[in-house]
């Protein structure tokens, strides 16, 4: 079983930076995504970044592509996002998840663990 906590999240303004973490207690296999979803009010969840285990491989959505980066250190069981030039529209909660078998990487369904989210608000 695998546990994940979030932290990071807040208030900033628009144009801001704001980084996550998400740290994982158990085994993360080297077969397992990592990945950032996020869901805003009356919005359903939608992947936003996503960062392969074994070779530290990278997906984004269109929507963050260039503004925000996703990495992990394995040594300390922890995905980051960092997330830069920060609008409006990326209000919403953001949530750290596991997908065992590193497939389908957009999609929520193949994320077995999922932590408790995180709030992230950009102010205009």
């Known amino acids: 079983q695998l546990q994940l906590v979030e932290s990071g999240g807040g208030l900033v303004q628009t144009g801001d930076s704001l980084s996550l973490s998400c740290v994982a207690s158990g085994t993360i296999y080297s077969s397992y995504m990592m990945g950032w979803f996020r869901q805003a009010p009356g919005k359903e969840r939608e992947f936003v970044a996503g960062v392969t285990w074994r070779n530290n491989r990278k997906y984004y959505s269109d929507s963050v592509k260039g503004r925000f980066t996703v990495s992990r250190v394995a040594a300390v069981n922890t995905v980051y996002l960092e997330m830069n030039a920060l609008k409006p529209e990326d209000t919403a909660v953001y949530y750290c998840?596991?997908?065992?078998?590193?497939?389908?990487?957009?999609?929520?369904?193949?994320?077995?663990?999922w932590g408790q989210g995180t709030q992230v608000t950009v102010s205009s």
């Open positions: 998840a596991a997908n065992p078998a590193g497939t389908a990487v957009m999609s929520e369904n193949n994320y077995h663990f």
